[in-house]
């Protein structure tokens, strides 16, 4: 009897590492958590890149006045009027903060996205509606604005 129950296990641990792995590899899956933002959110989901492959984001400042750009790290980047400001990232997520530099003014930027080539041209808002100043790009490569 005891010998039986010895094969026996011996049978189960068998099949457990040979048949359950194959198994459970075929079955592997991703689950993406996204977070439900509610409709009455400033924050808008423009687009998505592929996270896997380096991202460009190119700023242009429309603005009369210079624009700051901060990301982590603690880097800040300083646009001209007029001018552009092309940064890479090969890693996400990306988190950037867009503000007017030496001047009190809502800005809203305009999205193009293009492949992994993210162009954000940032505008004054003549009205009292908030503005957005951050750009983020979760996980999966979902863009979001607020």
């Not at 977070?35 to 423009?46: A, E, G, L």
């Not at 603690?74 to 530099?101: D, I, Q, W």
């Not at 492949?115 to 490569?141: E, F, K, Q, W, Y």
Request: charged residues 15%; without cysteine; hydrophobic residues 45%.
């Amino acid at each position: 009897m005891h010998n039986k129950r010895r094969l026996i296990l011996l049978g189960l641990l068998a099949w457990v590492t040979l048949v359950w792995p194959v198994d459970r590899a075929t079955a592997q899956v991703r689950s993406i958590l996204r977070p439900r933002v509610p409709d009455t959110s400033t924050i808008r989901t423009v687009g998505q890149v592929d996270p896997t492959e380096p991202i460009e984001i190119e700023i242009n400042n429309v603005l009369t006045g210079p624009l700051g750009i901060g990301f982590a790290g603690g880097a800040n980047v300083e646009v001209a009027p007029s001018e552009s400001a092309k940064l890479v990232f090969t890693t996400v997520p990306v988190n950037l903060f867009v503000y007017p530099l030496g001047q009190e003014a809502s800005v809203r930027s305009q999205i193009d996205i293009e492949g992994n080539t993210i162009t954000a041209g940032i505008v004054p808002l003549t009205s009292v509606a908030p503005g957005d100043i951050s750009l983020n790009i979760d996980g999966a490569g979902l863009v979001y604005v607020y």
